[in-house]
């Protein structure tokens, strides 16, 4: 399985956590009552907490992926540029 494959998954169940809560709060305006509204807040929550396990992953991944690449760099003999920065500037050239 790729890398990036579990970070996929998890953002589909995460988009599709988010639209089953999108239809649960309308159907819980609709019909009222404090057990619906309860069943949407729940939902709600579920969905952040996906959305931040969702972001706490992209973010090891790309962690991951920098570690590999320095490391190979490294191993090149040569040097790895600095976070944040490419080999050819600003807007494309080199100075």
């Known amino acids: 399985m790729p890398l990036g494959a579990g970070?996929?998954?998890k953002g589909v169940g995460t988009v599709v956590t988010g639209v089953v809560g999108v239809?649960?709060?309308?159907?819980?305006?609709?019909?009222?009552?404090?057990?619906?509204?309860?069943?949407?807040?729940?939902?709600?929550?579920a969905g952040i907490r996906g959305g931040r396990a969702l972001g706490e992953g992209v973010e090891r991944t790309r962690l991951a992926a920098g570690d590999v690449a320095a490391q190979a760099r490294e191993e090149m003999g040569e040097?790895?540029?600095?976070?944040?920065?490419?080999?050819t500037g600003h807007d494309g050239h080199q100075h």
């Open 7 to 9: 970070v996929v998954r």
């Open 23 to 45: 239809a649960v709060v309308r159907l819980a305006e609709r019909r009222g009552g404090p057990a619906a509204r309860r069943v949407a807040v729940e939902v709600a929550k």
């Open 79 to 87: 040097q790895a540029p600095v976070p944040g920065t490419s080999a």
